[in-house]
T-cell receptor
Framework: ETGVTQSPTHLIKTRGQQVTLRCSSQ?????VSWYQQALGQGPQFIFQ???????GRGNFPPRFSGLQFPNYSSELNVNALELDDSALYLC??????????FGPGTRLTVL | AQSVTQPDIHITVSEGASLELRCNYS??????LFWYVQSPGQGLQLLLK????DTLVQGIKGFEAEFKRSQSSFNLRKPSVHWSDAAEYFC??????????????WGLGTSLAVNP
């Protein structure tokens, strides 16, 4: 068991709506990274939070935003949802910036 | 540019046969290398990692991988495959970027099917 949890498991939204995904990091970890995985693809890096600050961002528009809390849990927010946002969203936690352990993911469907 | 290539999109092996999944990377510095496995609809589980030292690393579930710097490769092997090994396998390179963050660069994955 990795200890990383994500909620919800599945989510269905319509275009233009906003969504918040949540991630609880493994005990003792202070870094959370978020990835988007489209069907049949490898994960794409969205951004990373280290000690409550954004510490790097991939090629995603500003409508993808995040937050890390003092207990190192994290949220991913996506505004103005588009059909192409449909994907599995993966959260990974690590201690510092090394080995990342993944949660089970949130499957987002945008209709 | 940093990249990871997994040349085999799909592999089918018979149960009990040996397995090798290929991974090639392009990265200017000493890489941190990982193999993850993903069952359908699930998150990613770390199989093994290479940071430095012995170039043959052992992982969970009987997997091993060998780092070959001269070939920029990090191939995953298992001597005898079990039906439960059927899954998607991803190779990843850990990179440092400006601001000292580390992100993972991923291959597209290799889908493994196991025949009984």
């Amino acid at each position: 068991e990795t200890g990383v949890t994500q909620s919800p498991t599945h989510l269905i939204k319509t275009r233009g709506q906003q969504v918040t995904l949540r991630c609880s990091s493994q005990s003792g970890h202070n870094t959370v990274s978020w990835y988007q995985q489209a069907l049949g693809q490898g994960p794409q890096f969205i951004f990373q939070y280290y000690r409550e600050e954004e510490n790097g961002r991939g090629n995603f528009p500003p409508r993808f935003s995040g937050l890390q809390f003092p207990n190192y849990s994290s949220e991913l927010n996506v505004n103005a949802l588009e059909l192409d946002d449909s994907a599995l969203y993966l959260c990974a936690s690590s201690f510092g910036l090394v080995t990342q352990y993944f949660g089970p993911g949130t499957r987002l469907t945008v209709l | 540019a940093q990249s990871v290539t997994q040349p085999d999109i799909h592999i089918t092996v018979s149960e009990g046969a040996s397995l090798e999944l290929r991974c090639n990377y392009s990265y200017g510095a000493t890489p941190y290398l990982f193999w993850y496995v993903q069952s359908p609809g699930q998150g990613l589980q770390l199989l093994l990692k290479y940071f430095s030292g012995d170039t043959l690393v052992q992982g969970i579930k009987g997997f091993e991988a060998e780092f070959k710097r001269s070939q920029s490769s990090f191939n995953l092997r298992k001597p005898s495959v079990h039906w439960s090994d059927a899954a998607e396998y991803f190779c990843a390179v850990g990179t440092y970027n400006a601001g000292n963050n580390r992100k993972l660069i991923w291959g597209l994955g290799t889908s493994l099917a196991v025949n009984p």
